[in-house]
């Protein structure tokens, strides 16, 4: 056991004391032929059904084992295991962690939008449920997913070491 613990990764920089303080309500993400992801009121977050990963009201994200995975600070960035950077995330958009332009934007009626390498925009589905304080909450679990995509794309050029198995279908 104690081999174990010593190679497993450690939990996010201040993951005791929490990060940004979220508001955590109902909402769902309709992504077109993809499993929907819904958030429920006790931060757990599905994807067709199944637990993915949940994330509390102090920006804590853990796995679907509950084990710390990352770490939302009080000024954006997204910190996971070892301290690997997992982009940074706003109340409407979200950038990588290879950039700091936003790859990703919540469009005030809850569309999701995504801003291609080659500049051009596309559309990943719409959220219901995130208005006001609960918006920054969806932006965490978009970009969540969004990374997780990203470091599963082959020749993508990043690798985090870190997993949460979150399949995203775009």
């Given amino acids: 056991m104690t081999a174990a613990v010593a ?4 939990a996010p920089p201040h993951w005791a004391e929490g990060g ?3 508001s955590i309500q109902p909402a769902h ?5 993809d499993d929907p992801v819904d958030i429920q009121s006790d931060g757990r977050v599905l994807e067709g059904g199944r637990l993915r990963f949940v994330l509390d009201r102090v920006g804590r994200v853990t796995d679907d084992d509950y084990e710390p ?10 910190v ?6 997992l982009g940074y995330v706003g109340l409407n958009n979200a950038a990588p962690p290879f950039s700091e332009q936003a790859w990703l934007s919540l469009a005030p009626d809850g569309r999701v939008l995504f801003f291609e390498p ?9 959220w219901s449920g995130c208005q006001g304080p609960a918006r920054r909450a969806c932006t965490l ?5 969004a990374v997780e995509h990203y470091r599963a794309t082959p020749n993508s050029g990043v690798t985090f070491g870190v997993g949460l198995g979150v399949g995203v279908g775009f």
Avoid: Y
């Fill in 29 to 33: 993400w309709q992504r077109g032929d």
């Fill in 20 to 22: 940004a303080l979220l």
């Fill in 7 to 10: 190679c497993s990764p450690s």
């Fill in 80 to 85: 996971g295991a070892d301290e690997h950077a």
């Fill in 118 to 126: 080659n500049g051009d925009r596309s559309e990943r589905g719409k």
């Fill in 69 to 78: 995975f990352a770490l939302l600070m009080p000024d954006g960035h997204l």
């Fill in 141 to 145: 679990v978009t970009q969540v997913i």
